[in-house]
């Protein structure tokens, strides 16, 4: 199985996605394989946290802007001031993530969620999910 998805962001947003990739896996009717959910854009990524408490989400984008601020020296200057600090953060956290499939669901623990990390936005983006048996 191969499905698109496509959300709406604003800056710094962090969007549940978790229910989005559980639905793909038990549409596909896969019993035991590997579902990979992939971001194609370069300002955006995708993370693995803790559900329980929404400030630990403002805490994750609070580090990441702290590692990787907004700043006028980068070379790179694109659309939005922090279009090149996007580009930074979404190539050290990643643009992909690979779960297992066990029994027919996604193997998670069980507080851990899956996450659509925007760092430039607004914007219209996408993510994929392909569902393969193995």
């Known amino acids: 199985m191969f499905k698109k998805f496509n959300i709406e962001t604003k800056f710094n947003d962090v969007i549940n996605i978790t229910e989005d990739v559980k639905n793909c896996v038990k549409e596909s009717g896969v019993q035991e394989g590997i579902c990979v959910v992939y971001n194609p854009h370069t300002t955006a990524s995708l993370a693995v946290t ?13 580090e990441i802007c702290r590692l ?41 623990g069980g507080s851990q969620g899956i996450f ?7 914007r219209k983006r996408q993510f994929i999910v392909k569902v393969a048996e193995g």
């Open 68 to 108: 990787i601020p907004t700043k006028v020296d980068f070379k790179h200057q694109h659309d939005t001031p922090q279009d090149a600090a996007g580009h930074v953060k979404s190539a050290i956290v990643g643009i992909s993530q690979t779960f297992i499939i066990h029994e027919g669901k996604l193997v998670l």
């Open 50 to 62: 803790s559900f329980w408490d929404p400030a630990g989400f403002e805490d994750l984008q609070d």
């Open 116 to 122: 659509f990390l925007e760092f430039d936005g607004p």
